[in-house]
């Protein structure tokens, strides 16, 4: 009796081991994935490594769509040693011909004995095939190691290949008493220089960025990506909400000469001679249907950037927009930045505009909410604020 139970120690004690051994490479290869956020779209980010006797021989990462996967690139870095290891891989392998061959018949190829994954990929060409493939060619296979740090790594991919649309980012910075800007209208800076880090390093990641026609006409903004150890950040499409068509054509959005394209959705409310206008400056005038109160339609907006492979959106502004998101229930995720200041007044505007609810029962309540801050010291008033994180899952 004393002998089994030692024994059962042991298997569970070896097996311990094994998972946090697991976890460890893991980890890495997320690291390794997280290089190529904002790069990849509109395929999912992904990082691999092999290991032969608790040692890396061979890492890889997916740098753009239509380049090697991180297993090909990580199996070509290993070379022959890669007979008899094990492959640590984000997302299931896939099984499927697309822009590249399928990487189960790479890794198989390989000689690899075992393949360790975090989380599977939703994607109905894939869904558990890769899995299956690489049990039939008798490897042991490993799935759901960080998975729920995968499925963050690669939220954007996984919404987008379940529900058809981008998924979104509400992004706003507001004072301690929830005011975007003073009852004049200034607003330059109630964010500090590192929540404006944060905010362009969200603009990289995301397919396409979204504002209202009274942001745009008020601030007149570029919507670029600026990053200072990032020599060739990605710009999103600027996406502009503009039904009648009241912002002017000298708007810096449709100078021809920034970087990326920019999309103006509206209504047939728009005159002919405004979308030939916008035509003739490279912009794409898009045809949405209307709400009952003029607006856009969110949810054909949505649709159709989704079949335009844009799967993930940031949206900036205005307050009305972003209530119109909020009431709409399209949101997925907030971003808050908080500044350490007090600006008053009851004309002021907040962030979320519109009627509001009526009862706090009524309230958008966010699940997953944490808060970090930019700064050692909130009363340092530099300022670089504290960002509060909140995804709606």
Same mark, same amino acid.
């Given at each position: ?15 311990? +081991? ?38 890396? $021989? ?12 991180? *297993?090909? *690139? ?21 099984? @499927? ?14 000689? +690899? ?17 890769? @899995? &299956? &493939?690489?049990? *039939? ?24 290949? $379940? ?39 969200? &603009? ?12 745009? #006409? ?90 335009? *492979? ?10 009305? +927009? ?11 995720? #907030? ?6 200041? $007090? ?8 962030? +979320? ?41």
């Amino acid at each position: 009796m004393f002998n089994a139970n030692r024994q059962e120690n042991e298997v569970q004690s070896k097996n311990l +081991v094994h998972q946090e051994m697991d976890r460890f490479f893991m980890k890495q290869a997320l690291a390794l994935a997280a290089k190529g956020q904002g790069f990849t779209s509109p395929n999912p980010t992904v990082g691999a490594l092999v290991v032969q006797n608790g040692q890396i $021989i061979g890492e890889g990462y997916h740098r753009r769509a239509g380049e090697p996967h991180a *297993e090909v *690139e990580a199996l070509r870095a290993a070379g022959k040693a890669a007979c008899g290891s094990t492959m640590y891989v984000t997302l299931e392998p896939c099984n @499927h011909y697309g822009r590249t061959p399928p990487c189960t018949e790479a890794v198989i190829a390989a000689g +690899v004995r075992r393949v360790v994954y975090a989380v599977s990929d939703p994607n109905p060409l894939v869904s558990g095939s890769g @899995h &299956r &493939r690489l049990l *039939e060619a008798g490897m042991t296979v490993t799935e759901g190691v960080c998975l729920d740090e995968a499925w963050y790594l690669n939220r954007f991919f996984f919404h987008y290949i $379940i529900h058809a649309k981008p998924y979104v980012i509400v992004k706003f910075a507001a004072s301690l008493d929830g005011k975007i800007a003073t009852r004049t209208g200034d607003s330059r800076w109630i964010s500090g220089k590192e929540s404006r880090k944060q905010g362009y390093f969200l &603009r990289h990641l995301c397919d396409g960025i979204l504002i209202g026609a009274g942001t745009a #006409v008020t601030d007149n903004p570029h919507l670029t990506t600026r990053i200072e150890d990032m020599p060739s950040p990605r710009h999103p499409i600027r996406i502009l909400l503009d039904s009648r068509g009241r912002v002017p054509l000298d708007s810096n959005l449709f100078n021809p000469t920034l970087p990326g394209r920019t999309i103006v959705a509206a209504t047939d409310a728009m005159p002919e001679v405004h979308k030939s206008e916008l035509a003739s400056r490279g912009a794409e005038v898009l045809l949405l249907p209307s709400a009952p109160d003029g607006r856009i339609e969110l949810i054909s907006l949505l649709e159709a950037l989704g079949k335009r *492979e844009i799967i993930s959106l940031l949206v900036e502004g205005g307050g009305e +927009v972003l209530a119109s998101f909020v009431a709409s229930g399209l949101v997925n995720e #907030v971003w808050a930045f908080i500044a350490p200041i $007090i600006i008053g007044g009851d004309s002021a505007p907040g962030p +979320v505009r519109g009627l509001g609810v009526e009862k706090i029962a009524e309230a958008f309540y966010l699940q997953n909410a944490f808060m970090t801050s930019l700064q050692k010291r909130l009363d340092e008033i530099s300022p670089n604020y504290t960002l509060c994180k909140w995804p709606i899952i």
